[in-house]
């Protein structure tokens, strides 16, 4: 006689072989990968635990479990990514988008809005005593970059939620370009993006300079966005086995002391800025401050401002051009 499985009793049986496969979220990774195979979502498996599998699901199911125990994230399993309450196409070409990552979000737009003219108080957030930039005298749609844009859970997020921005995009991965030039077309946004290959910001500068020096100010950025790797190279074998062998590493090394990258961003980025314009860029644990302190110390930003995430780290570091 065939075994009957049931929603509940194969959610039961798959948190515990997590646990002793030492996944670290067992429960949410079982219903996460359980709703993927059904197409249902996860609330349905709470009010339908009796619910028997058919076989083809039971098989699918078990291939899934069997990816997730070789530590493939869920995110590469199922294929997408929820990220300010967007739903973005994830391949093992592109970074999985994180939570962490919403607070850089949530700082490009609300100061998005307000030098595009759509807000003009200064956001709590702010860490010092000096007033934002004043509104601009002329209001204007807000045109920013997004610097290693993955999937573009950034940059799309960002123009989801400023409806009038446009944005220019870079990524140095051609495969990760085409996944983000997917999730564009998903969400209806081809229109409002510019997509470049190359490294960091010199796709951008070469564009600029094809515009010839009429039109340079016209093409500057009211903000420039980043989350560049930025892992030390010595701590890459450190990660947990879902990103260090299954991510990619050009996603994640960020040099000898993980700051590689913000100094080139740092350097290059007051040419591409607009007058009070900003550069806002994640940083790992423990490094906010020495970011902060190197836009301080290039003598092009006026000040800087660090934000915390969800979990108190130190997450995001702003700086206002000069």
């Known amino acids: 006689m065939n075994e009957v499985w ?46 028997p599998l058919q076989p083809e699901e039971l098989a699918s199911y078990r291939e899934a479990i069997k990816q997730r125990i070789q530590r493939v994230p869920v995110a590469y399993i199922i294929g ?53 930039p004043a509104e601009t005298a002329e209001r204007h749609p807000a045109h920013f970059a997004d610097i290693g844009t993955g999937t573009g859970a950034i940059c799309l997020s960002v123009l989801t939620y400023v409806p009038d921005a446009t944005a220019d995009t870079v990524d140095i991965s051609e495969a990760a370009r085409k996944v983000a030039e997917e999730n564009a077309a998903a969400f209806g946004l081809t229109d409002r993006i510019t997509f470049y290959t190359g490294d960091l910001l010199v796709p951008l500068r070469e564009a600029q300079a094809d515009t010839g020096a009429g039109s340079a100010d016209e093409a500057r950025y009211d903000a420039i966005l980043s989350n560049p790797p930025y892992i030390p ?55 906010a401050k020495a970011v902060a302190q190197m836009a301080t110390d290039s003598g092009n930003f006026a000040r800087t401002e660090i934000l915390k995430d969800y979990g108190g780290v130190e997450r995001v570091v702003v700086a206002w051009k000069k």
């Open 6 to 51: 049931t929603i509940g009793r194969i959610l039961k049986w798959t948190e515990r072989f997590f646990q002793e496969k030492g996944i670290e979220s067992p429960r949410i990774d079982a219903e996460v990968l359980l709703g993927h195979v059904l197409k249902k979502e996860r609330i349905y498996l709470y009010v339908h635990f009796e619910e």
């Open 80 to 132: 997408k990514r929820e990220f300010m309450g967007l739903s973005f196409k994830v391949t093992e070409d592109t970074l999985v988008p994180r939570p962490d990552t919403e607070i850089l979000v949530q700082a490009a737009v609300e100061r998005l809005k307000r030098l595009s003219g759509a807000a003009n108080k200064q956001t709590s957030e702010e860490t010092d005593s000096e007033e934002a």
């Open 233 to 287: 190279d010595a701590d890459i074998e450190q990660l947990a086995p879902e990103v260090r062998c299954k991510e990619p590493r050009t996603a994640l090394a960020g040099g000898p002391d993980g700051l590689a990258f913000y100094r080139r961003l740092i350097a290059d980025s007051p040419a591409l800025l607009a007058d009070d314009g900003f550069l806002a860029v994640e940083v790992g644990i423990h490094q």
